[in-house]
Every structure is written in structure tokens, then in C-alpha cells.
């Protein structure tokens, strides 16, 4: 089945340790997006790839950084963890952002649920 | 004022019953709509999407748009104890490059 991926699925991490999430996708979807959701909290969006454009929110941290080496796969990037950034880590897919007009469907994948000590 | 306000429940139900989730918007240029359900600890799953005005059913679910009065909702037909779960309207506008506003969710629980 085609999918999307994501490991692993539980990262622990000390304070100020790097850490990097993966994603990979079997669905051939040209956008990548990476959301953090906090405990109780709402997903929230990070940044995303439209194929290789790297597109970032505004008020994503330069803590957070993201690599898509190619189409299947796509990297989260934590340079120096605070306890702050415990959280799941969903990575979704969409085969284009828009398609006539309207937003296109965005999928998720399991998620990383990162702990922070 | 939330860009999306959902009502965080818990919304309990007895089995067999009609639930009704109800999500409100800010952005009048908010075109695309979808409704996801998260049980707890897993990721979003996709319920179904809405785009124009009117009843969309796919189901047991029908998904209920207004955009004049910028509120969707969910309706779950005979709702099963595995219904429950926490449900996310999430909401997008036109050329913000697929980005998806969500809501806090809403806490549904299906009592048997």
C-alpha cells in the first residue's frame, strides 16, 4: 500500500542534542509538509516542500531546519533541542498544494513523538 | 480571536446516536475544508473534505458548510464507541500554499 512513513515512531533526546526526524513517502506526492503538535494542542505548521522549494513559516524557530534530498524522502532537523520543543512530529503529503483552485488533501504519516530530558 | 474555534468537548454520546461537531472560521478567504480524527496518541486521519456550500456525505459522516456564516460541521450517524476520538476541522485559504489552520479539536466519546 502506498504510503507514508515516519522514523522512528519515538525519539528520546537530551537537551542541546541534535536530532533528525525522517519521513519517506511511497505515494509520489510533490509536497512534504512537516507539523509539530504539542500535547492537547493543535497541529502546527513548521514548513514545507513544494518538490525541491523549501518554503518556511514565519515564526517556525531557525532551531527547526528540513532537507528533502529527493521525492521519497524528507528530513526534520533539530539543531539544539529545549524541553520546550517535547512534541509529535507529523509529517503529511500532498501531490500538489492546489489542485482547480482548492487546497489539495493532505495525508499524515504515523508521527515521531520526540521527548526531550 | 482563534483563527479556528472548535468547541473542546468532551462531547459524550450515547451509541447509536447522532453526533454533531461544529468548527467556525475567521478567514472569509478560507476556500477548502476538512475534517481529520485523532485518536489519542496517533497521528490525524482524514475523515473527509468540503469545498462548496451545502450537505457532503460519505456514510455515516456528512460534512455541512456555510461560508456565509463561516462554519462547517461534522455529523456522525449511529456513532460507535470507536468514534471516539478527538476531531480537527481544519481549514485553508486560497494560494497559502497548502497551508492547513487547525483547529484545537473537539473530544468526542461514544458511551455504549
Known amino acids: 500500500d502506498a504510503m507514508v512513513i515516519q522514523n522512528p515512531r519515538y525519539q528520546v533526546t537530551q537537551f542541546g542534542k541534535p536530532v533528525t526526524l525522517s519521513c519517506s513517502q511511497t505515494?509520489?506526492?510533490?509536497?512534504m509538509y512537516w507539523y509539530q503538535q504539542k500535547s492537547s494542542q493543535a497541529p502546527k505548521l513548521l514548513f514545507h516542500y513544494y518538490d525541491k522549494d523549501f518554503n518556511n513559516e514565519a515564526d517556525t524557530p531557525d532551531n527547526f531546519q528540513s532537507r528533502r534530498p529527493n521525492t521519497s524522502f524528507c528530513f526534520l532537523d533539530i539543531r539544539s533541542p529545549g524541553l520546550g520543543d517535547a512534541a509529535m512530529y507529523l509529517c503529511a503529503t500532498s501531490r500538489d498544494r492546489a489542485i482547480r483552485g482548492y487546497t489539495d488533501t493532505q495525508y499524515f504519516g504515523p508521527g515521531t513523538r520526540l521527548t526531550v530530558l | 480571536q482563534k483563527e479556528v474555534e472548535q468547541n473542546s468537548g468532551p462531547l459524550s454520546v450515547p451509541e447509536g446516536a447522532i453526533a454533531s461537531l461544529n468548527c467556525t472560521y475567521s478567514?472569509?478567504?478560507?476556500?477548502?475544508f476538512f475534517w481529520y480524527r485523532q485518536y489519542s496518541g496517533k497521528s490525524p486521519e482524514l475523515i473527509m473534505s468540503?469545498?462548496?456550500?451545502g450537505d457532503k456525505e460519505d456514510g455515516r459522516f456528512t460534512a455541512q458548510l456555510n461560508k456565509a456564516s463561516q462554519y462547517v460541521s461534522l455529523l456522525i450517524r449511529d456513532s460507535q464507541p470507536s468514534d471516539s476520538a478527538t476531531y480537527l476541522c481544519a481549514v485553508a485559504v486560497y494560494n497559502q500554499g497548502g497551508k492547513l489552520i487547525f483547529g484545537q479539536g473537539t473530544e468526542l466519546s461514544v458511551k455504549p
Open positions: 505515494l509520489n506526492h510533490n509536497v
Open positions: 468540503i469545498y462548496s456550500n
Open positions: 478567514d472569509r478567504g478560507s476556500q477548502s
